[in-house]
């Protein structure tokens, strides 16, 4: 990392507006960022826009996952119902004359009353659940919680990212919610599986900003950090199926480090059983418009 770590402590498809896209070039470099060459220019579209987008956008946003995690029963369970349930909500960047695919996000409406102590420590798993039901029960939704950005693989490190959360602010609002927040994963916490969240959420660069790149992107466009989620995902399989998804031998009970968890998998040889809970921090966005 350069710098050191120092301290502890629905409408129809839209072009990203220009004078937005200065403004936000602008905040990234007012607000200490490094400096990056104007975005392209990008279009927001919606799976409810654009049905035909929604094979490749579920398989952009299945792509970067280590397999592990794919086993969340929650998450089995319930994110097939994202693109039937609330398909305006689920959308993609495009760059705007190639259309190519840069970017997807996937956000889901919930009841939450606004205070950050009631957000749920089981972060993912729960707004899933809550957002889900509240389709189905035709529910007054009084928020949004972001599930999941994931930028195409020949767009990484472009500053793609924080586009992507600018437009998921975007479409929450077509709704008329004003809040929108995100139990986010931080990237790099896999370097760093024995530190508790709440430290790592913590660190800082020297410039003030988060150590963690995704927290940092998270920040730099107005994101405010709330609290850790101690749960956010949580992951129960077999002895046999945890050595499976990590190509590991398990002969113990104990807890391991395994490639891309954000902590140690617990391994119960006793029971048969490994649980693996990931942690995650509550932030908060506004809403254009809010
Ligand atoms: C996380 C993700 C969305 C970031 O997208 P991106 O467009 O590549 O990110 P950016 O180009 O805006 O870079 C964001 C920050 O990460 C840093 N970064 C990017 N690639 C990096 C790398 N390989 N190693 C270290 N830092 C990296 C950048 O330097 C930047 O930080 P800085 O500008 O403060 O220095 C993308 O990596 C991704 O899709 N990952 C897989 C899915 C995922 O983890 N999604 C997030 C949780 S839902």
């Known amino acids: 990392?350069?710098?050191?770590?120092?301290?502890?402590?629905?409408?129809?498809?839209?072009?990203?507006?220009?004078?937005?896209?200065?403004?936000?070039?602008?905040?990234?470099d007012d607000r200490r960022g490094r400096p990056h060459r104007r975005p392209p220019a990008l279009r927001i579209v919606t799976a409810a826009e654009r049905p035909d987008l929604v094979e490749a956008m579920r398989r952009l946003g299945a792509s970067p996952w280590p397999e592990f995690l794919n086993r969340d029963a929650v998450v089995e369970a319930l994110w097939r119902y994202l693109y039937e349930l609330a398909p305006a909500y689920q959308f993609a960047l495009l760059e705007e004359k190639s259309e190519s695919l840069l970017a997807i996000g996937n956000c889901i409406?919930?009841?939450w009353d606004g205070d950050p102590h009631t957000l749920p420590d089981r972060g993912v798993d729960a707004v899933?659940?809550?957002?889900?039901?509240?389709?189905r029960e035709g529910a007054t939704a009084t928020a949004a919680s972001a599930l999941m950005i994931v930028v195409s693989p020949e767009r990484l490190g472009q500053g793609i990212s924080g586009w992507a959360i600018r437009a998921m602010a975007e479409v929450v609002g077509r709704h008329g919610l004003t809040e929108l927040v995100a139990p986010v994963r931080p990237t790099h916490k896999h370097r760093?599986?024995?530190?508790?969240?709440?430290h790592y959420i913590s660190w800082r660069r020297e410039d003030g900003l988060p150590a963690d790149p995704w927290m940092r992107v998270h920040e730099r466009v107005g994101g405010q950090m709330l609290r850790p989620a101690a749960a956010a995902m949580r992951v129960t399989g077999s002895v046999a199926e945890w050595e499976r998804w990590t190509q590991m031998a398990m002969l113990e009970s104990g807890r391991y480090v395994?490639?891309?968890?954000?902590?140690?998998v617990e391994i119960d040889r006793e029971r048969g059983l490994g649980c693996y809970q990931e942690p995650a921090c509550w932030m908060?966005?506004?809403?254009?418009?809010?």
């Open 284 to 290: 908060r966005h506004r809403v254009p418009g809010a």
């Open 128 to 135: 899933l659940e809550d957002g889900v039901a509240c389709l």
């Open 109 to 111: 409406p919930i009841r």
């Open 258 to 264: 395994i490639p891309g968890a954000l902590v140690p």
């Open 1 to 28: 990392m350069g710098n050191a770590i120092l301290t502890r402590h629905g409408r129809s498809a839209s072009p990203l507006p220009p004078d937005a896209r200065a403004s936000a070039a602008c905040d990234r």
């Open 192 to 198: 760093y599986p024995l530190i508790p969240i709440d």
